[in-house]
């Protein structure tokens, strides 16, 4: 699970909108808890909701990205620790490692529709090669296997 989008709520809140509100304007099928999962980081809203949830907001898709960065609370230490820890220690990343670099491969495919593509190469390229080095370096079928779909989905980004 991602940490939980802190300047969502705030920006929500900051229009007077309830999420009952919030899930009206965005529409399409948009309910209460949708808002809810997205704003505790349980989901992402999906590409084709994300202008609407923009407009809603009264911000800019460049503006709504920031808003969905998830944030890290006092009780929960940023996970790239321990992508560093894994790419130090390579004998065998665990599951909340792997997750940590498809949720950053997945965040990049996310804003590819909102930023050029060139501004996405160089963290692109950074997860592209951090996620080859892990799945290269053995480990867990399962695991290994998922950073090998990670690392397809990044090679894509960057072709």
Not at 71 to 96: F, I, N, Q, T
Not at 140 to 159: H, I, K, P, S, V
Request: with cysteine; charged share 25%; glycine share 12%.
């Amino acid at each position: 699970m991602s940490g939980k989008r802190v300047r969502l709520a705030r920006q929500r809140c900051a229009m007077g909108m309830t999420q009952e509100e919030l899930a009206a304007a965005v529409g399409m099928g948009t309910d209460r808890s949708t808002i809810y999962r997205w704003e505790s980081g349980e989901t992402t809203p999906p590409p084709r909701k994300q202008p609407w949830l923009a407009r809603a907001l009264g911000v800019s898709p460049t503006e709504l990205i920031d808003l969905l960065t998830p944030e890290a609370g006092p009780d929960k230490p940023p996970s790239r620790g321990r992508v560093g820890y894994a790419l130090r220690s390579p004998s065998s990343p665990d599951p909340v490692t792997v997750e940590r670099l498809w949720q950053e491969v997945r965040g990049l495919d996310e804003r590819y529709d909102w930023m050029p593509s060139t501004s996405l190469l160089a963290g692109t390229g950074q997860a592209l090669g951090q996620i080859g080095f892990l799945a290269r370096s053995g480990g867990d079928g399962a695991l290994q296997r998922d950073l090998f779909a990670a690392e397809a989905t990044a090679a894509t980004l960057m072709g």
